[in-house]
């Protein structure tokens, strides 16, 4: 079993960073997919990024590319997310998710651990 424990949320005004970090416990892994989704109320969990985590590859949503950055620290098996330039539209819980896949999905269901969440306010 892998835990997924996430941080680094909060209000935040437009054109502001956040950095978000996911730590993992449990069971140790070497391969597989993380990365982030998120959700607002009323509306399907979303797609942000993902990073493969043997060779770091990375993938994001048009909604975010070059504004997010995700990237891992092995040693600490640790997921962040730097959030540059935050919109409000940028506002929802932000999930830290795991794949035991080396490829990623945009699907949610494709996911196999989920962290608890952590909510990002982007206020106008």
């Known amino acids: 079993q892998v835990q997924l424990l996430e941080s680094g949320g909060g209000l935040v005004q437009t054109g502001d960073s956040l950095n978000l970090v996911c730590k993992a416990s449990?069971?140790?892994?070497?391969?597989?997919?993380m990365g982030w989704f998120r959700q607002t109320p009323g509306k399907e969990r979303e797609f942000v990024a993902a990073?493969?985590?043997?060779?770091?590859?990375?993938y994001y949503a048009d909604s975010v590319k070059g504004r997010f950055t995700i990237s891992r620290d092995m040693a600490k098996r640790s997921v962040y997310l730097q959030m540059n330039s935050l919109k409000p539209e940028d506002t929802a819980v932000y999930y830290c998710?795991?794949?035991?896949?080396?490829?990623?999905?945009?699907?949610?269901?494709?996911?196999?651990?989920w962290g608890q969440g952590t909510q990002v306010t982007v206020s106008s």
């Open positions: 998710v795991r794949a035991e896949s080396s490829h990623y999905s945009i699907h949610s269901s494709e996911y196999d651990y």
């Open positions: 449990g069971r140790t892994f070497s391969r597989g997919t």
């Open positions: 990073i493969v985590w043997a060779d770091s590859r990375t």
